[in-house]
């Protein structure tokens, strides 16, 4: 089956600073989505982006399907973006995940 | 509110019991997933269904678990005679147009 590896796998900041997260996947895929999970196991979508580059406020995504990989970054981190980042890939009646990075942003 | 709901939020059982879980998503939306998820990992895909018809399942659905999707509308995963290794949070999405949305989730402890 298809392979998705997330790095890093943690990540601890500053309130205030940038980062970038990557999901990178084994194979082409027709859809992609990122997710948040908050403290209570919620997963909360952020993106859908199978191609091509979105912004949502601080966030944004980038898809680069012909190199199967997609960046998510977020800008000006707050703490209650602290959680955990997941990336999720479709291919045909399945939807897989990364490991995830999980990521502290500290006051 | 993703309009995605799973019933219970929690469920305590005893080792060997059997479980049910529900999940109800927005109807007219015909996709429907049952993933796992363990403490520090990734959801892990159990199985996919388009309206009523179960169309991946896999390998970690071992034949102590089963799913169903009557009439396309809700869905219920059952596991039966509960292991310990079964403790998890079980997670229902429904495909919306090209998104899957959660529901909340049914945490699932075996004593």
């Known amino acids: 089956g298809i392979q998705v590896e997330q790095s890093p796998p943690d990540l601890i900041l500053q309130e205030g600073a940038n980062s970038t997260l990557r999901c990178n996947f084994s194979d082409s895929v027709n859809n992609l989505q990122w997710f948040h999970q908050n403290p209570w196991g919620q997963l909360i979508n952020l993106f859908y982006i199978p191609s091509g580059t979105k912004q949502n406020g601080r966030l944004s995504a980038t898809t680069v399907a012909t190199e199967r990989y997609s960046l998510l970054y977020i800008s000006s981190s707050q703490t209650t973006d602290s959680g955990v980042y997941f990336c999720?890939?479709?291919?045909?009646?399945?939807?897989?995940f990364g490991a995830g990075t999980r990521l502290t942003v500290k006051p | 509110d993703t309009g995605v709901s799973q019933d219970p939020r929690h469920k305590i059982t005893k080792r060997g019991q059997n479980v049910t879980f529900r999940c109800d998503p927005i109807?007219?939306?015909?996709?429907l997933y049952w993933y796992r998820q363990t403490l520090g990992q990734g959801p892990e895909f159990l199985t996919y269904f388009q309206n009523e018809a179960q169309l991946e399942k896999s390998r970690l659905l071992s034949d102590r678990f089963s799913a169903e999707r009557p009439k396309g509308s809700f869905s219920t995963l059952e596991i039966q005679r509960t292991e310990q290794g079964d403790s998890a949070m079980y997670l229902c999405?429904?495909?919306?147009?090209?998104?899957?949305?959660f529901g909340q989730g049914t945490r699932l402890t075996v004593v």
């Open positions: 999720a890939v479709d291919r045909v009646n399945d939807m897989r």
């Open positions: 109807s007219e939306h015909n996709r």
């Open positions: 999405a429904n495909g919306q147009g090209p998104e899957a949305f």
